[in-house]
């Protein structure tokens, strides 16, 4: 069993920056990738970025240029730095580590953007 922890939500006015933290812990020895999802009210939960253990990223087109996502290997732990921030990046972000080809989640933080 993997849990999977997320940290760092809030309320931002548009245009200003948040980093979002998560953390894989217990059968944790192997997590391939770890990345990020979003969820707008209203809407499916969609994927915003990811990385694997071997550093290499996917971003979906419209974060690109704004999102960061980094990863430390031996903590299990994923960051994604988001940007110039806008009213359209609000919802619920949530934490994905794929353990064995099995995808565990978090409960999810809530970012809001006002504009």
């Known amino acids: 069993q993997v849990q999977v922890v997320e940290s760092g939500g809030g309320l931002v006015q548009a245009g200003e920056s948040l980093t979002l933290s998560c953390a894989a812990s217990?059968?944790?020895?192997?997590?391939?990738?770890m990345g990020w999802y979003r969820q707008g009210p209203g809407k499916q939960r969609d994927f915003v970025a990811d990385i694997t253990s071997s550093g290499v990223t996917s971003y979906v087109d419209s974060v690109k240029g704004r999102f960061t996502i980094s990863r430390e290997n031996g903590k299990n732990t994923v960051y994604l730095q988001m940007n110039s921030l806008k009213p359209e990046d609000t919802a619920v972000y949530y934490c994905?580590?794929?353990?064995?080809?099995?995808?565990?989640w978090g409960k999810g933080t809530l970012v809001t953007v006002s504009s």
């Open positions: 217990g059968r944790a020895a192997r997590i391939d990738v």
């Open positions: 994905t580590a794929v353990h064995y080809g099995m995808p565990y």
